[in-house]
């Protein structure tokens, strides 16, 4: 498989003919033509609405459904489908807590044939996945958060995402945190940057 990182949680994965991209937002996002679009939850981020067409494969939970404009296949946790070989496992219903004062949103992650994991906005409890996306920065994370995920639930490899917010200087304090983090805790810390690509 090879891992794409695009802009913020935007991440293509694709092997063979098989493509999909997971979170293609109102950041940015790569062309769309051809892949399967896998969506973890309806905030702007993540999801921007004028980037899908009709004729398009898309999966989604019911919230992001309920707001895009063409139609998807609504998934939830334990609903389970394939992308011709890619499988594709759905983690998960809550979005991490963004504050006491807003409810908390239905969010879904995605685990692509056992081995490459994104979570959306929340830290799926999954150990020794093969190659994690770890979201690193937001409102509702800090980098305690991130330590807590790697001490507890160490993936063999990880690739920080969801740092569109941070400017050049922010991003290189992230490497520098995500690496120290990396080696205390065991997990291989992999620095893509925006259009860079991993094979595992």
């Not at 896998?38 to 921007?48: C, E, G, P, Q, R």
């Not at 139609?71 to 594709?88: A, D, K, P, Q, Y």
């Amino acid at each position: 498989m090879k891992i794409t990182r695009h802009i913020h949680a935007c991440v293509e994965i694709s092997q063979g003919n098989d493509r999909i991209i997971i979170d293609p937002g109102t950041f940015g996002a790569p062309d769309l033509d051809g892949a399967t679009i896998l969506i973890t939850h309806n905030h702007a981020d993540h999801v921007d609405p004028e980037l899908l067409k009709p004729g398009m494969t898309i999966y989604a939970p019911r919230s992001v459904a309920h707001s895009i404009p063409v139609e998807c296949h609504i998934v939830e946790h334990g609903r389970n489908f394939t992308v011709g070989s890619l499988s594709v496992e759905v983690l998960g219903s809550e979005h991490a807590m963004l504050t006491h004062s807003i409810p908390i949103a239905e969010n879904v992650g995605y685990l692509i044939n056992g081995r490459v994991l994104h979570p959306g906005d929340t830290f799926q409890p999954i150990k020794d996945v093969e190659l994690a996306l770890v979201p690193v920065n937001g409102p509702w994370v800090k980098m305690l958060d991130v330590e807590g995920y790697l001490k507890k639930f160490p993936p063999k490899r990880f690739i920080g995402i969801h740092d569109g917010i941070v400017n050049d200087r922010g991003l290189a304090i992230n490497k520098k945190f995500l690496t120290h983090l990396g080696e205390t805790y065991g997990s291989e810390y992999s620095p893509l940057e925006k259009g860079e690509s991993l094979e595992i």
